[in-house]
């Protein structure tokens, strides 16, 4: 059952429970397309994530390995979807969406932190700019 209701044909999505498990692989990363101003605020607190923001993904995508299990998130699994797709279409056979992206990834508790709350974040669910 997935989160989020949006949705690409084609596009595999991953729960947080089954990302967070996968991260325990060397060979898995995590890519947060969301922008700057995003990850100023919060962001997962692992070290297996990188961070490709969408307005300039294309220009980084020979730096991502096509060997790797790429798990791709944004806040709420929109844009995220929509660089899955990309992937899939430019031959990366392991990528997924994180479903529901960090809003779902932070509601289940994962490693993640904030500027706002020293990791508690401000719960915002409005796309949050410092409240």
């Known amino acids: 059952m997935r989160i989020q209701e949006f949705h690409i044909e084609g596009v595999r999505h991953i729960s947080p429970e089954e990302a967070f498990t996968l991260l325990?692989?060397?060979d898995t990363i995590?890519?947060?397309v969301r922008e700057s101003y995003e990850t100023d605020i919060d962001w997962i607190d692992h070290d297996r994530v990188e961070y490709h923001p969408m307005s300039v993904f294309i220009e980084r995508l020979e730096t991502i390995y096509k060997e790797q299990t790429i798990i791709v998130v944004?806040?709420?699994g929109?844009?995220?979807s929509k660089i899955v797709n990309l992937l899939n279409r430019q031959g990366y056979p392991s990528a997924?969406?994180?479903?529901?992206g960090i809003l779902a990834w932070k509601a289940?508790?994962?490693?993640?932190?904030s500027i706002i709350?020293?990791?508690?974040g401000c719960n915002c669910t409005g796309g949050c700019?410092?409240?």
Not at 96 to 100: K, M, S, V, W
Not at 108 to 113: E, H, I, Y
């Open 24 to 26: 325990d692989n060397p």
């Open 74 to 76: 944004c806040r709420a």
């Open 108 to 113: 289940k508790g994962f490693p993640w932190d």
């Open 117 to 120: 709350d020293s990791g508690k």
């Open 78 to 80: 929109v844009r995220s």
């Open 129 to 131: 700019n410092g409240c």
């Open 30 to 32: 995590l890519i947060d």
């Open 96 to 100: 997924f969406n994180l479903d529901g």
